[in-house]
């Protein structure tokens, strides 16, 4: 899974936002494979948070996010298939939760907005089933929790 943030801040003028992160769907750009089916996509969000604590560095395993909490990641995707006309939460075999980097330890306490882009594998060969959507929410350092964006429903391409 590949992961880029963008920051973006003022130099003379602080922005105000709320301290917790603030999220809003951008697109969602399918990736054909060489077989000309849909097997991953680009998922983009804005964000907002008031305090600029967005992130977490590679050593940041100690409590409270150490691997067996819930703070262990930071990036929280949700995976829904279209079944019999209603989505329901699919648990795939691997996992599209993962942990956002840190922004940038000069922004702590100022109002940031920026850009999140995830790549994720959207086909799920385990399911006959061609329509999805996916539900996306993170949490800053300070353990806010963002609102939760989804996607709009997202039709895969499943036969040559």
Known sequence: MIMLIT???????????PLEPVLEFYSFDKIANNYNLDDKA??????TDGDGDIGLEPWDTLPPYNYSSPYHYNCYIDYFEKQNGQFVKVDLPVSNNSRIPMVNADLLDRGIRGNIEI??????????????????YIYDRALHKSNTVETPEIVIDKKP
Request: hydrophobic share 40%.
């Open 7 to 17: 920051a973006m801040t003022s130099c003379t003028k602080h922005d105000k936002y």
């Open 42 to 47: 680009i998922l983009s969000v804005s964000f």
């Open 119 to 136: 790549e994720l594998f959207i086909n799920n060969i385990l399911s006959s089933y061609d329509t999805v959507k996916f539900s996306m």
